[in-house]
Structures are given as C-alpha cells and as structure tokens.
C-alpha cells in the first residue's frame, strides 16, 4: 500500500503540499485497518474525545530559489523521505519499572498512529502550564492559582516515571498546558438514520492534540519530532482539574487511548473518585514506550540539503 504513493516535490517555487498528501493516504490507510474498532472509539468519545483529525502538511514557500531542480522534481516513495520505524531505548524509571502483583495493561486499546506510537525519546520532556491570572480580583487570582497547583501536581505525578521539566516559555515547550474551555464538539455518536435529529453540541472538560513536525536543529539532523497541546476547563472542582490533568498528561505522554477500567488514570470517562495513576497505567506505558515509531528518528536525506526544503507537519489528534 505504502509503496505505491508516490510524492513529487515543488515544481514550482510554491512547492506543492506534497506531505500533506502522504499524510492523508497513512490516515486513511490507517482509518481502514482500525474501522472494525469503530464501535470502541464510539465509546471511548463519552470521556475525553481521541477524535483523529486528518492533519495538514503543509509546505512552506521555498525559500532557497536554487534548489536543484532536478532534486525538487524527483518522484521519491514514503520510505524514502520518512525514517524506518523503530524503537527508543526505555528510559530508566520505566526500565526499571516491575508491577510485582501483575496487574496487566490495556495496551490493546491504544491505537497506533500512521507514524508509529507517541513516544518521547529526548528528556526531560518540557511542560509549560499557564501560569496563574494576574488580576486584583482576588477571587478569580486564587481560583486560578488553585488550577495551576492542580495541573503541577499531576505534572509531578507523571514525573515519577518520565522526567518532565517546567518551562516558563510555550513557544518551546514540548507540552503546553493552557487554562480553557475546549471548543465544543459535535457528538459522534449520533443515530446517522434519524434526519430528524441533529448533533449536539457536546460539552468537554478537557482536550489534548499533538502536531508532528521536522524538528531541524542548527547542529545536528533533521528528526520527525511531535509536540502538545492540552486545554483543560477551570470551571470543576480541583479533584476533578487535577484528575483531568493527570488523563490529559497521560495521553500526552504516549498513551493515546482509554482503558476500561475505572481505577486507572486513563479510564474513558470521569468518575466520582479520581483514581491516581495505576500499576496498569505504567504497565501500558512501559508497553508502548517499547514499541517502534518514525518519531525521534532522522529523516532520510533524499539528496542536497533538505534543510533547503521548509516543513512544517501538522497532524492533529484530539
Ligand atoms: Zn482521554
């Protein structure tokens, strides 16, 4: 399937979108292969959405106006422009990670992504949360400082197993944080033969997306790198903010699907009694951070200096 895509980059000094299409044709290769879990994901949206949005790719205007023409016309396969798929060495807390009593995992209900699973490699992974409201309302500055003690408690959690640094700067930042409401979603659940009805609006107290991107460093290769976004909602409780950041956080991480249990972290929907994260959360994690993935890895030079060639790649994921 892979093999017979084939791309063609810029004939003009407007280079056509030509990842944007290759993204598209994993996703929907993707699509097809998971379409029998359908039902599952159905399910898993009645907590917080992982709704896959086919992303953008989308090709800058070039900005050398010498770049070889004969390169930039050349036909080149997916292989050759994006790195084979392979895994990261564990970092060490998950290395030495070992769930005594066996409680199990929920690997089977994360799903892969057309780039491989989410896994982060380089540490620590850098989180920028939003910082408290600076206003003489002492009322909405304590309620939204309580917020920030929340997330940065989760934070701390997760930190246990993964090493994760604050930031003060979202621009950099692997993961950013941002006090909001997400936008509102239209149920996917709806009864598609009834005409009569139409898809609610449906209210979320949490989102999170990540954006692929070629990460070109000054020194150094250019790697397919990922980057998220999490918005969660200041109007709940701070059990229920701090809950929420810890199931946003956990997706952030790499665990990009829901498990069936209520007792962990990462269970689809919110409960009365927020459950700290469980032996089975890091058993998944630990799971999915041995599995292979493009992410991290150098892009396989076609010829010349891609550098030459400005990307920017934007799938997002919610
Ligand atoms: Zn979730």
Redesign the pocket.
């Known amino acids: 399937m892979v093999r017979s895509l084939w791309l063609r980059i810029g004939q003009s000094s407007q280079p056509v979108c030509t990842l944007n299409r290759l993204f598209r044709a994993l996703f929907a290769a993707w699509w097809r292969f998971h379409r029998t879990g359908l039902t599952r994901w159905t399910v ?1 949206a009645i ?4 709704m896959v949005v086919i992303g953008q790719i989308s090709w800058g205007r070039t900005q050398a106006p010498d770049i070889d023409r004969t390169m930039i016309d050349r036909a080149i396969t997916v292989e050759e422009q994006l790195p084979e798929p392979r895994s990261h060495p564990l970092p060490a807390a998950l290395a030495q990670w070992h769930d005594h009593y066996q409680q199990g995992d929920y690997f089977a209900d994360i799903q892969p992504t057309p780039i491989g699973y989410l896994v982060w490699s380089q540490f620590p992974i850098t989180v920028f949360v939003e910082p408290a409201l600076a206003t003489e309302n002492p009322a909405d500055a304590a309620r939204s400082q309580a917020w920030v003690d929340a997330v940065q408690q989760a934070v701390q959690e997760w930190h246990t197993y993964l090493p994760l640094q604050e930031v003060v700067t979202a621009e950099t930042a692997d993961i950013v944080i941002w006090r909001a409401v997400p936008p509102l979603q239209l149920e996917s659940g709806s009864n598609r033969s009834d005409l009569t009805s139409l898809p609610l609006p449906r209210v979320r107290s ?1 989102e ?1 997306r990540y954006h692929l991107f070629v990460d070109r460093p000054l020194h150094g290769p250019a790697k397919l790198a990922q980057r998220f976004t999490i918005q969660i909602t200041p109007n709940q409780t701070i059990e229920y903010i701090k809950a929420t950041a810890r ?2 956080i956990g ?1 952030a991480l790499g665990i990009w699907g ?1 498990s069936p249990l209520e007792t962990d972290a ?1 269970y ?1 929907s919110q409960v009365r009694t927020s459950p700290p994260i469980s032996a089975r959360d890091i058993n998944t994690l630990k799971r999915i951070y041995q599995q292979p993935t493009r992410i991290g890895w150098e892009l396989v030079q076609v010829s010349g200096d891609s550098r030459d060639i400005p990307t920017t790649i934007a799938p997002i994921h919610n």
């Open positions: 898993a907590g917080c959405t992982l949490a999170t199931h946003e997706h829901h990462l689809f």
